[in-house]
């Protein structure tokens, strides 16, 4: 399983980050940003939001896992506690997937448009 993280810059983040290498090299899961299976973020609702907008073409083929390194978070799974639960179940095929819808905007000024997802 190919496995990247995005990660906000908190000492708390850079932990949770470490805490996920660690539990990959344990199941043979390998880092890999170009074409992973699975994308952790790591931070607040934020970060959700920009790990969906930098993998944008590739939300038909990646799944998102959120560990919440703030004190509140819509979007987050699980805590830094869950990690190793969550390595045991993607070994054993055992997360349970829930889908997020996003929404599209588009500013327009005059001849330019630039669509968005929120």
């Known amino acids: 399983m190919q496995i990247s993280i995005f990660a ?3 000492n708390k983040a ?12 344990k199941y043979g899961f390998t880092i890999n ?13 934020g970060t959700f ?13 990646v799944k998102f896992i959120g560990i919440n390194s703030g004190t509140l978070g819509y979007f987050y799974d699980a805590d830094c506690n869950d990690v ?4 045991t179940r993607l070994n054993n095929d055992a997360l349970i997937e829930n889908e997020i ?18």
Request: charged share 25%; aromatic share 12%.
């Open 84 to 87: 190793q639960d969550i390595f």
């Open 33 to 45: 940003d170009e074409n992973p299976d699975i994308i952790f973020y790591i931070g607040g609702d």
């Open 101 to 118: 819808p996003l929404l599209m905007g588009r500013a327009i000024k005059g001849e330019e448009s630039v669509e968005f997802y929120a």
């Open 8 to 10: 906000t810059s908190s």
């Open 49 to 61: 939001l920009r790990a969906v907008q930098n993998n944008i073409d590739r939300l038909d083929s």
């Open 14 to 25: 850079e932990y949770i980050k470490s805490l996920i290498v660690n539990e990959c090299f």
